[in-house]
C-alpha cells in the first residue's frame, strides 16, 4: 500500500493541526510532505522538526527568513522555506504531492487551491470561502483535470457521503444540518448588546474565529449553501437549512422516491477530513460514535428575522457569482470589525446587507479576476462599517 503524500494549506490552523493528528495516527497511509502557514512561527518551527516537511511556506518574507534561522539554530536541515502566495502555490503544486488539505482561512488560500486543481491533485477543501468565491472556476478545472474535490467541511463531507447512496439525478433536494449556535434562543431584543466574547462561545465545535463568529451569525452555514450549490450542482432552491441543535447528524440528502439517508457521527473533524484522506476507501478508526448514548434528535426551522445572514446568502446565491464574492469579502470584514469592538453584532449583517445592495451582477473569468472584485467589496464593506463605527 502506498503513502499517500500530502500537503497542507493553514497548517498551524485548527484544520491543519487536526489533519496532521491523522497523519500521525495513520504513518504508513499519510505523510505530510509541503506546509503553508501564515504567521504562527513558534508551531509552524515544532511542524518542522517533527514533520520534516520539504517545503515550507510563511505568509511574509521576514517570517520565512525567522523561520530559516530558528530551523538553522536548531540544526533542522533539508527544509526549503518560502513565503507569500507564491510560496503557498510551490506547497500545493510540489510534484511529489498526491492530495492537497486546502485550510487557509478566508481567500488567501484561493490561488493555491486553484493552481493545485490545475496541477491535477486530489483536494480535500476546508475552505469554503474559495468555492464561495470562485466555485465556477474550481469546479470547471476539476471537472476538465479529473481531480476528485472532496469536501472536508463536515455537512459537505456528509452529502458527499449520502450521495453515494443514488445518482445526482435522484436528488430531491438537500438537508444541511446547523447547530444554531449560541444564540439559537436568546431573546431578540439581547442581539444588540452581544459582546464578541459571547459569541466566541460555539455550544458543540471549537473552531477558527471568523468560522465561529460566522456560526452565531449563521452566516457560515449562508457560505456552506453556496458552497454546496457548486460542489453538487444544485439550485439554491434545492439546498434547505435545518436547526439541528445536537450536531449528531451532519447533514441529509432526499431523494425523489422519498428516501432520506442521513449521516450521523461524532462532532469531531478528523473524521471528515480522514475519508476525505483514504477516499475512496473507509479506513478503521477509533473515531466511533456511541449509538447507545443516543437519546434525542431535534430540528426547528431557521428563522430569517434571527439570522439575517441566512437571508442575505440566500440572495446572494440567487444573484450569481458577484455578490457571493462580495457576501464573503463584506462578512470577514465586518467580522474583523466587531471583534476588534468597532461595530455591534448586529452591524455584520447591516455591513454585508449594503455591500450586496451596491454590488452589480458579474460572472469573474478568472481567478485574478476574483480577487480584483474581492479586493473592491472589502474596499466598500471598510467603508460601510466606519460609517457604523463612527455611529456606535
Ligand atoms: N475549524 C473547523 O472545524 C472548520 C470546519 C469546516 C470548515 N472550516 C474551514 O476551514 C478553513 C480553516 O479554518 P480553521 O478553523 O482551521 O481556521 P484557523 O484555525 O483560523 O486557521 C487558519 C489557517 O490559515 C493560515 N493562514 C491565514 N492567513 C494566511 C496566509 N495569508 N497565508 C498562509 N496561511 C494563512 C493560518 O496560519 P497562522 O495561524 O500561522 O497565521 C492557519 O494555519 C476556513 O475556511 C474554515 O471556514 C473549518
Not at 483535470?145 to 452529502?159: C, G, M, R, W, Y
Request: a negative charge; one cysteine or more; charged letters at 20%.
Amino acid at each position: 500500500m502506498s503513502v499517500k503524500k500530502i500537503a497542507i494549506l493553514g497548517s498551524t490552523g485548527s484544520i491543519g493541526t487536526s489533519t496532521l493528528s491523522i497523519c500521525e495516527s495513520f504513518p504508513d497511509r499519510f505523510q505530510p510532505v509541503s506546509l503553508a502557514a501564515g504567521r504562527n512561527l513558534d508551531v509552524a518551527v515544532a511542524q518542522c522538526k517533527q514533520w520534516r516537511p520539504r517545503l515550507v511556506s510563511m505568509a511574509t518574507e521576514e517570517l520565512a527568513d525567522q523561520l530559516a534561522a530558528r530551523l538553522r539554530s536548531e540544526g533542522v536541515t533539508g527544509i526549503d522555506v518560502v513565503h507569500g502566495t507564491a510560496g503557498t502555490v510551490a506547497v500545493a503544486t510540489l510534484p511529489e504531492v498526491d492530495f492537497v488539505v486546502s485550510a487557509i482561512v478566508g481567500v488567501s488560500g484561493l490561488e493555491a487551491t486553484y493552481e493545485a486543481v490545475k496541477a491535477g491533485k486530489d483536494i480535500g477543501l476546508a475552505n469554503k470561502e474559495a468555492l464561495v468565491a470562485a466555485g465556477e472556476l474550481i469546479i470547471a478545472e476539476a471537472r476538465r483535470n479529473k481531480v476528485a474535490l472532496l469536501p472536508i467541511d463536515s455537512e459537505h463531507n456528509a452529502i458527499h457521503q449520502c450521495m453515494r447512496g443514488g445518482t445526482a439525478a435522484e436528488v430531491k433536494q438537500i438537508w444541511l444540518t446547523a447547530s444554531g449556535g449560541p444564540f439559537r434562543s436568546t431573546p431578540l431584543d439581547l442581539f444588540a448588546s452581544i459582546t464578541p466574547a459571547q459569541a466566541l462561545k460555539h455550544p458543540t465545535w471549537v473552531m477558527g474565529q471568523r468560522i465561529t463568529i460566522d456560526s452565531a451569525t449563521m452566516l457560515n452555514k449562508g457560505l456552506e449553501i453556496i458552497e454546496a450549490c457548486r460542489l453538487f450542482d444544485l439550485p439554491p432552491a434545492k439546498v434547505q437549512v435545518t436547526i439541528h441543535p445536537q450536531s449528531t447528524i451532519h447533514s441529509l440528502v432526499e431523494y425523489v422516491d422519498g428516501s432520506i439517508l442521513a449521516q450521523l457521527s461524532v462532532t469531531d473533524m478528523r473524521l471528515p477530513i480522514l475519508y476525505a484522506m483514504a477516499y475512496p476507501e473507509r479506513i478503521p478508526s477509533e473515531l466511533t460514535f456511541d449509538m447507545k448514548s443516543l437519546s434525542q434528535l431535534d430540528f426547528q426551522q431557521p428563522d430569517f428575522a434571527r439570522f439575517p445572514c441566512l437571508r442575505l446568502a440566500y440572495e446572494a446565491a440567487e444573484a450569481g457569482p458577484a455578490h457571493c464574492i462580495a457576501l464573503n469579502a463584506a462578512d470577514e470584514i465586518a467580522v474583523a470589525a466587531f471583534l476588534e469592538g468597532r461595530i455591534p453584532f448586529l452591524g455584520i449583517p447591516r455591513t454585508i446587507e449594503s455591500v450586496l445592495q451596491l454590488t452589480k451582477p458579474g460572472h469573474p473569468a478568472s481567478i485574478q479576476a476574483v480577487l480584483t472584485a474581492d479586493h473592491e467589496a472589502r474596499q466598500l464593506a471598510r467603508e460601510v462599517a466606519l460609517g457604523q463605527a463612527a455611529t456606535h
